[in-house]
């Protein structure tokens, strides 16, 4: 990379008036000034996109792309099809990033002559808690393939989102459509295959903050349904690490990671109706995720009840507690050691 590259900020927007200007501010002011700043309006019906042109009319390198509302990954997309940068850097509406962010990065993917540079996140969210980076390293070679493929499908890792970090955009693939949610995770998953190394640094450089408004703090039984028809990754990533020596193990970690974001949908659909309701939601789209549940082991779920990246409010898992030991756990095994018992029956009739 040369000092000179331009930059592309890709900012996905949807109903984000209350902090859309705070979240431009910090773009704008960016020490690095080859950028260009490319908001995709994702059919907000609020004043968003009266906040984003009274930035235009100041500021040129500002971009408006206008789409129907279609979700974070198509628009996504969107910036990236629209951008004429070499690299890539993404931002939420709603968060804001260092005023030397760009340039911090860069100058490190200058000195590393690596593929991406990631970086840390601050947040004042109570009990959300990020990866975080404890050292300046560079990964290459076989410490990369070993390291770096075996934690892009863990929980709570440091390539669990995109926002804090630096892509090449030769190297980027699509965020994978039709999925509601865990769509950073592959695109990382994808894009951190094909690169050949990445910089690591400790610098807190993006600005995480936590939106009241956002519908995942008020969500509604259509809105959770559509999330658990869109969610399950397992097949995605078997396609994608179909050729990988560690496929197998890389499959466990996504089983494992899918179980979990089946269990916190479920306890949603639970805290706003009832007990009974979410276990007859859970037998209705078991289906959809038996192959999760055949990979992962009893003890590895019952170790989630506690998990504090899972359940990071203490007075959260102390209430799932109870109901999870009581109806999930149940119904967990009653499902996968029924199907095996039914399976065996099939087989012995089948040899008689």
Not at 8 to 22: C, F, G, K, R, T
Not at 26 to 35: A, D, G, L, P
Not at 226 to 243: G, T
Not at 305 to 317: A, C, E, L, N
Request: charged share 30%; hydrophobic share 35%.
């Amino acid at each position: 990379m040369k000092k000179l590259d331009k930059v592309s900020l890709i900012i996905p927007v949807y109903n984000a008036e209350n902090y859309i200007d705070e979240c431009l501010e910090s773009c704008v002011m960016q020490t690095y000034k080859n950028i260009e700043i490319i908001c995709v309006n994702d059919g907000s019906k609020d004043n968003s996109v009266e906040h984003i042109e009274k930035f235009m009319a100041k500021h040129p390198n500002i971009i408006l792309v206008n789409q129907e509302n279609s979700g974070v990954a198509v628009a996504r997309n969107a910036g990236i099809n629209a951008s004429s940068g070499d690299y890539i850097i993404f931002v939420d509406s709603d968060d804001y990033i260092s005023h030397n962010m760009v340039e911090r990065l860069v100058d490190e993917l200058i000195k590393t002559k690596a593929d991406a540079v990631r970086c840390n996140i601050d947040t004042t969210v109570p009990f959300l808690q990020f990866s975080k980076i404890k050292e300046n390293k560079v990964y290459s070679g076989k410490a990369y393939q070993e390291q770096i493929t075996r934690q892009l499908f863990e929980d709570n890792n440091i390539f669990c989102q995109v926002f804090n970090g630096i892509y090449k955009k030769e190297l980027c693939g699509e965020f994978p459509k039709g999925f509601r949610l865990g769509e950073d995770v592959l695109f990382n998953g994808e894009y951190f295959m094909k690169a050949k190394s990445v910089a690591m640094i400790t610098d807190s450089l993006y600005y995480y903050r936590d939106n009241p408004t956002s519908v995942t703090h008020k969500p509604s039984i259509k809105a959770i349904i559509n999330n658990i028809e869109h969610s399950n990754s397992y097949y995605y990533v078997k396609e994608l690490v179909k050729d990988s020596d560690i496929k197998e193990e890389i499959l466990e970690k996504v089983a494992l990671r899918n179980y979990a974001s089946y269990m916190r949908l479920m306890f949603q659909i639970y805290g706003i109706t009832n007990a009974l309701t979410s276990v007859k939601y859970a037998q209705k789209y078991y289906k959809l995720y038996k192959d999760v549940f055949d990979k992962v082991e009893y003890k590895e779920v019952e170790n989630l009840v506690m998990d504090s990246y899972h359940w990071p409010d203490y007075k959260v898992r102390t209430c799932v507690e109870p109901f999870y030991k009581r109806h999930f756990l149940k119904s967990y095994i009653g499902y996968k050691y029924t199907y095996k018992r039914l399976k065996k029956k099939v087989e012995c009739k089948k040899k008689v």
